[in-house]
C-alpha cells in the first residue's frame, strides 16, 4: 500500500526550506528552483504545492506567524493564569524576542519580509501584519492594571503598548545583530515594566 502523504507536512517542510535561504540571503534569493534544491526535492514538487513564488511566500509568512504564537503561546498561557497584568506584559513581550538559534533564525525570516516591505513602499496586503495584534493584546492588559490602579489611569494606553512593542521589536534586532543578548533585553523589559507599574506609587502625595 502505497505510502500517504501528509500535504500540509510537504508544505511546512518546503516553508522551512525558504526560511533557511531567507535567513542567510534575503528574500530576494528565494526562487522556486533554489527552495527545491534547499528542500531536497524536485522544482515540480514544490510548483506542485506552490505554483508560483508569491503563494509560496504567502504561506511561508503565515507559517512564520503560527510558529511564532506557539514560540510565545506557553508562556503567555501561564501568566494569564496568575491573573497579573505585569506578568501578561512580560510573556508578551519575551515570547517577541529569540531564546535559541532556531528563533533568531525565525526572527530574521521576519526582518527579510519587513526588508521588502519598506523597498516596496508597504506591506503586501496578503501579509496579514504581526504587530498589530501585539499592540491589542498589550493594550488590553494594560487597561486592565489600569482598572485595578496597578498602572497610572491617565496614561495612553494604546501609546504605552506602542511604545512597549516598538522597543521589544528595536530589542530583537539588536540581538540579531549582536548589540544585546537575551538576557539584556530581558533586563531592559523589566525595567520599563517596573517603570510602568510604578507610576502609581511615583504619584502618591
Not at 56 to 61: D, S, Y
Not at 98 to 107: A, F, I, K, S, V
Not at 173 to 178: H, K, P, W
Request: aromatic letters at 6%; charged letters at 25%.
Amino acid at each position: 500500500m502505497p505510502k500517504r502523504v501528509d500535504h500540509q507536512e510537504r508544505r511546512r517542510e518546503i516553508a522551512e526550506a525558504l526560511f533557511r535561504i531567507a535567513a542567510a540571503q534575503g528574500l530576494q534569493a528565494v526562487t522556486l528552483r533554489a527552495v527545491a534544491a534547499a528542500a531536497g526535492i524536485s522544482m515540480n514538487l514544490v510548483q506542485y504545492y506552490f505554483p508560483t513564488k508569491e503563494e509560496m511566500l504567502r504561506f511561508a509568512w503565515q507559517r512564520i506567524a503560527e510558529l511564532g504564537g506557539e514560540r510565545a503561546g506557553a508562556g503567555i498561557v501561564e501568566a494569564l493564569r496568575t491573573g497579573d497584568e505585569r506578568a501578561v506584559l512580560r510573556a508578551y513581550l519575551l515570547g517577541v524576542l529569540p531564546t535559541d538559534e532556531r528563533g533568531r533564525m525565525l526572527c530574521a525570516v521576519q526582518i527579510a519580509y519587513f526588508a521588502v516591505d519598506v523597498t516596496r513602499g508597504g506591506q503586501d496586503p496578503d501579509q496579514e501584519a504581526l504587530l498589530p495584534h501585539l499592540v491589542n493584546a498589550l493594550t488590553d492588559q494594560i487597561r486592565q492594571a489600569q482598572a485595578r490602579q496597578r498602572i497610572p489611569a491617565h496614561l495612553d494606553a494604546r501609546l504605552e503598548a506602542d511604545t512597549l512593542a516598538t522597543m521589544t521589536a528595536g530589542l530583537l534586532t539588536g540581538i540579531l545583530v549582536d548589540t544585546y543578548d537575551t538576557d539584556q533585553a530581558t533586563t531592559i523589559i523589566d525595567y520599563r515594566l517596573d517603570q510602568l507599574f510604578s507610576g502609581i506609587r511615583a504619584a502618591a502625595p
